[in-house]
T-cell receptor, first 113, second 113 residues
Framework: GDSVTQMEGPVTLSEEAFLTINCTYT??????LFWYVQYPGEGLQLLLK?????DKGSNKGFEATYRKETTSFHLEKGSVQVSDSAVYFC????????????FGQGTTLQVKP | NAGVTQTPKFQVLKTGQSMTLQCAQD?????MYWYRQDPGMGLRLIYY???????DKGEVPNGYNVSRLNKREFSLRLESAAPSQTSVYFC????????????FGEGSWLTVV
């Protein structure tokens, strides 16, 4: 079945460092791909998404490109801030695009000043 | 803009007790979902409802029942709570077009002792 694999955390970076969080997926067909962010004590918020191959999603300095050839959707940011500390989830909307998301296990990012 | 509202935010239950988690959305969405979040496992779909009057099982439905009361409301019931149901529960909603953003509530922290 469909699945999402994220890099293990926690990821600890200094402020202004470059961030990459790897995400790969397994799915039949052409799923939509998402990154969600969860700040402490809060629900999940959509960070960015891409609905077809080669699309680049971007928001708040974060970006990710839908790579069908490598089945990847890695999250990147050029210069992280302390306020980016959160848990990041990669997710896919299964091949039937029903809106039922399949999530990776989440990656905790800690940014130190 | 309330978005997705779920209650209660915190609850402690004894094994065998029953309770209902309530969820309402004000975005006129057709689809609604209940997820549970457990450490290291991301979010897993319990039940979803594609439209008013329909419900379907997700990945982990055992021990739960749901009711789509109307277009706005989607409740999750634990008939006989077990310690394995200790988790954080998230309600979510979305439109039905492929790639639509799914909006999450703030979560309900449930502990079964």
């Amino acid at each position: 079945g469909d699945s999402v694999t994220q890099m293990e955390g926690p990821v600890t970076l200094s402020e202004e460092a470059f961030l990459t969080i790897n995400c790969t997926y397994t799915a039949t067909g052409y799923p939509s791909l998402f990154w969600y962010v969860q700040y402490p004590g809060e629900g999940l918020q959509l960070l960015l998404k891409a609905t077809k191959a080669d699309d680049k999603g971007s928001n708040k300095g974060f970006e990710a490109t839908y790579r069908k050839e490598t089945t990847s959707f890695h999250l990147e940011k050029g210069s992280v801030q302390v306020s980016d500390s959160a848990v990041y989830f990669c997710a896919l909307d299964g091949s039937s695009n029903t809106g039922k998301l399949i999530f990776g296990q989440g990656t905790t990012l800690q940014v130190k000043p | 803009n309330a978005g997705v509202t779920q209650t209660p935010k915190f609850q402690v239950l004894k094994t065998g007790q029953s309770m209902t988690l309530q969820c309402a959305q004000d975005m006129n969405h057709n689809s609604m979902y209940w997820y549970r979040q457990d450490p290291g496992m991301g979010l897993r779909l319990i039940y979803y409802s594609a439209s008013e009057g329909t419900t379907d099982k997700g990945e982990v439905p055992n021990g739960y029942n749901v009711s789509r009361l109307n277009k706005r409301e989607f409740s999750l019931r634990l008939e006989s709570a077990a310690p394995s149901q200790t988790s954080v529960y998230f309600c979510a909603s979305s439109g039905q077009a492929p790639g639509n953003t799914i909006y999450f509530g703030e979560g309900s922290w449930l502990t079964v002792v």
